[in-house]
């Protein structure tokens, strides 16, 4: 998805120049921005999964361990807070990849 990315702006910067670049570079900032803030946070998920069933193994019950142990709400949080991510701010990365590679140039043909 990346390299295919970079690969289309590579071609539109040249062929129509630095105009070519600035047209669709905050789709590229974006599209990076994003994968690489999901590919960071799954890391630390990865992480806080480890810890919070360390912590679910000692407790009475999920509820429970939720209404008393700070650690624990932490580690949840940070789960959640990746499952959103992943399910409602990723996929923005498809949206930005498949408009650098439609590479609709018409504002470079603007009389201004």
Known sequence: LMLESIASLKKIG????KDGYILYS???LDL????LCCFYLLKQAESAQQKWETLLMGATSQAELLEENEEAQFYWNKLRT??????SVLPRALSN???I?????AP???FL
């Open 32 to 35: 990076m921005g994003d994968v």
């Open 108 to 110: 470079l043909n603007a």
């Open 26 to 28: 905050v789709n590229m």
């Open 101 to 105: 590679k439609n590479a609709n140039l």
């Open 14 to 17: 040249e062929e129509q120049g």
């Open 97 to 99: 990849a498949k408009t």
């Open 82 to 87: 990746t499952e959103f991510y992943v399910w």
